[in-house]
Structure formats: structure tokens, C-alpha cells
């Protein structure tokens, strides 16, 4: 079987300490939005070791850096305000990023508080990569009140450097036949993970662009350099093969969504796809182990109008043909006939462990038939793949909502 092509995100918070703390401050009920005028996140002036540690894109602009410290930074612009950073924000800021995030792939590495990798291999289905990148962006700038750069690639490195790209609030791929172009002609103290002491020795090899590093003989750069050598040889020419090294947590929430190839207003046409997606939902739901309490439906027009119902269920469950007819409930509420619908999203909420469950003793035998049912299903797509069976009721939505292997 042929090996997929990694599918791979980078997301990197924009200005996250000088953001966070800019959110924190108008849930406060301040005025200022800090991120508007020439402010930095620092430490304590007073003792003389205050470094900068986030900068507005004013600040930026008067050539404020990262890192220097503030005493620098106040001769280069004189009106700088400093704020002092608070951690425990700042880590629960990154949670509320990540939560959202599990919402799209299981597989997240977080690289640090405000930067993550996404293998998003085995959850596109048929929705393309850049796609999900945008969605991603709009959904944190409107859900948790800040910006992000996603870098769109194929291997984890070229994720990372396609999101420092030019900034704020940007999407930036970074293809292989894309390297040339947009990597190449960067100076070569962009190229990720190059140390300082290693520059000079670049520069006087005559190498001062990634490409003149990329074009490099390779067995020369290993004798040079030694296995480093290798490493940068490899890097300027897009090569890397690391995984994303994820550790699996619990989703507080599960969900998928998809933009339609083209604009339906055929009622039974949105219930084979709302059933699809519900079958992808449960599936991953059933792989955690876990019950759902809460449904929600979400519907985006032709004229990009978002509506969504959500509903809780009489009782915790996992299994696709009750979930699915309470969100054909919630579709049936709030879709109005004659209006072109170019999303349609489901997402359950109020996950419990199965085992902290307490099953009822009267348990109705439907539902049991019900959960075996859905228990056979998932062995034979395990080990066939997740397209290998289908129910008849959802074929042609297949078409246009291919789910996941």
C-alpha cells in the first residue's frame, strides 16, 4: 500500500505574551487594547534585568527586538509602556488553543506554549490541507480573541518555516516545488535550527542564502561539520522526516465540519451528509472511550451567515444512530427552506469516560443491538480501512464528504 503524503500544520500565536495579556486586560474591562500602541512584555525594570519578551508590531516598527532588554528598547522608542507577564494566563491561554485544536487531529505536538505541530494526515478526508489552515485561523481570531501564522507543508520543518513568514494573522505554504522560490532566497540565519557560532563559518564558505547552503556538496558539508553538517544540508533542501511526536489526551469536545463543493439547499441531501460526518464523529468518540451529553449543529449560508443549535441528550452515549437523530432534530430546527448552505459542521460536547458511566439495568435492547452494531462496524473499518463499509443511507454524501482511513 502506498505510504500517504504527510499532511502537516504549524501554528505559531502571534506576539502570544503581549496578546494574552492584551485579552486579559480588556476581560478586565480596560479601554486599551495593547496591542495597539508601543507596549512590550517585560520584567522588572527596576532591577536593571528586564528583557523584552513580547513586542507589539509598533514597538516592532521603532525596532524593538525580542530579548534585548527594556533599557535598549526605551532609547529606540521613548513612549514604550511595560506590562509584567503572568504565566498561569499564559498556560491556560495555550490549553484553550490546544483544546480547540483536538477538535481537528489527535496527533499535536506541542512545540511550546504557543507553538504547535498538527499531523493532520488521517483527518482531511477530502478537504484539502490549506482549507483547514484557514479555518483554523478564523475560528481561534473569533473564539479565543487572537491571531495565529499556520505554516501549510509536508514535513514538519518546512510547516515551521512557512509560519514565520510574514506576519500577523497569516497563512503561508511551504511546498516542495515551492523551496526554490520561497526558501531558497532567505539569508541563510533563517534556515531553522542553524546555532550563531555556526553563521561565520557559513559566511566565509561564501554561503549566505538557504540556497547557497542547499547547493553545497553534501559529503563536503559532513566532513566540514560533521553529522550538524548533514543536518543543515538536509534542511536548506527541504528534507525532514521527523514525526510528530504527540501524547494523547482526552478531547473535551469532538468535531468535524466541511465547506460543500458546491451550495445545497436539498434538506435530505444536508441529513446524508450531517449522517456522515456524525459517523465520523462517533467514531473517534468510540475510540476514546468515551460518551457524549451535548450535540451541536452549525450551518454556514452561501452569504457566509453561521447559525448552530446545539441540544443535550437524555442520556451519555456513543452510539451513531441516536447522535445522528438528534442532530437531524437540530438540522430540522433551524434550516429554513430555499437557503444554499455552503457548510455544515457537527461537533458533541460533555465527553465522559465510558466506564464512569452507570448503565441503566433496563437498558433498551435496540440500544444494545445498536452498540454492537456500531462495535462491528468499527472493527471491519480498523482493520479494512474507514471507507471499507458505508451505510446505504449515506453513499452518495460519500462523494462529497470522503471521511478518513
Known amino acids: 500500500m502506498e505510504k500517504k503524503q504527510k499532511q502537516i500544520l504549524h501554528i505559531d500565536v502571534n506576539n502570544a505574551f503581549l496578546s494574552w495579556t492584551a485579552i486579559d486586560r480588556l476581560a478586565e474591562g480596560e479601554k486599551l487594547d495593547i496591542r495597539e500602541i508601543e507596549a512590550v512584555i517585560g520584567g522588572d525594570e527596576s532591577k536593571r534585568a ?32 511595560v506590562f509584567k507577564g503572568d504565566y498561569k494566563s499564559y ?39 490549506i482549507d483547514k489552515a484557514f479555518e483554523i485561523s478564523k475560528r481561534v481570531k473569533k473564539e479565543l480573541g487572537f491571531t495565529v501564522n499556520i505554516g501549510v507543508a509536508h514535513n514538519k520543518l518546512l510547516a515551521k518555516m512557512a509560519s514565520d513568514f510574514t506576519k500577523p494573522d497569516k497563512v503561508h505554504t511551504l511546498y516542495e516545488e515551492e523551496i526554490a522560490t520561497k526558501m531558497w532566497t532567505l539569508p541563510v540565519s533563517e534556515l531553522f535550527m542553524l546555532g550563531r557560532k555556526t553563521l561565520p563559518k557559513l559566511y566565509n564558505m561564501k554561503i549566505k542564502t538557504i540556497g547557497d547552503l542547499a547547493r553545497q556538496d553534501k559529503n563536503e558539508m559532513v566532513k566540514r561539520f560533521g553529522k550538524h553538517g548533514l543536518i543543515m544540508w538536509e534542511y536548506a533542501n527541504g528534507i525532514d522526516n521527523s514525526p510528530v511526536n504527540y501524547l494523547e489526551e482526552k478531547p473535551k469536545g469532538i468535531g468535524n465540519s466541511v465547506t460543500l463543493p458546491m451550495d445545497i439547499c436539498d434538506k435530505e441531501k444536508l441529513e446524508e451528509i450531517l449522517l456522515t460526518l456524525t459517523e465520523q464523529v462517533t467514531y473517534r468518540l468510540r475510540k476514546y472511550n468515551m460518551y457524549a451529553n451535548v450535540v451541536n449543529v452549525q450551518l454556514r ?52 469516560d465510558k466506564d464512569e458511566v452507570q448503565l441503566s439495568l433496563f437498558t433498551d435492547e435496540n440500544d444494545k443491538k445498536q ?14 480501512g474507514y471507507n471499507s463499509i458505508t451505510r446505504a443511507g449515506k453513499l452518495h454524501s460519500d462523494e462529497i464528504v470522503k471521511l478518513k482511513e
Open 91 to 129: 498556560r491556560k491561554h495555550s490549553n484553550d488553543l490546544y483544546n480547540l485544536l483536538l477538535q481537528y487531529t489527535d496527533k499535536i505536538e506541542r512545540f511550546s506554549i504557543d507553538e504547535c505541530f498538527l499531523d493532520m494526515t488521517e483527518y482531511l478526508g477530502n478537504s484539502r490541507l
Open 301 to 352: 449560508t452561501k452569504d457566509f451567515k453561521d447559525f448552530s443549535h446545539q441540544k443535550r441528550i437524555g442520556k451519555s452515549t456513543s452510539n451513531t444512530k441516536e447522535i445522528y437523530n438528534v442532530a437531524k432534530d437540530l438540522l430540522n430546527e433551524m434550516y429554513k427552506k430555499g437557503t444554499f448552505i455552503r457548510l455544515v459542521g457537527l461537533r458533541v460536547d460533555s465527553l465522559v
Open 371 to 384: 452498540e454492537k452494531l456500531d462495535e462491528v462496524v468499527d472493527k471491519i473499518k480498523q482493520k479494512y
Open 50 to 81: 528586564g528583557i523584552v519578551l513580547a513586542k507589539s508590531m509598533k514597538a516592532k516598527q521603532k525596532g524593538v527586538h525580542t530579548a534585548e532588554t527594556i533599557y535598549q528598547a526605551r532609547l529606540k522608542c521613548p513612549n514604550l509602556q
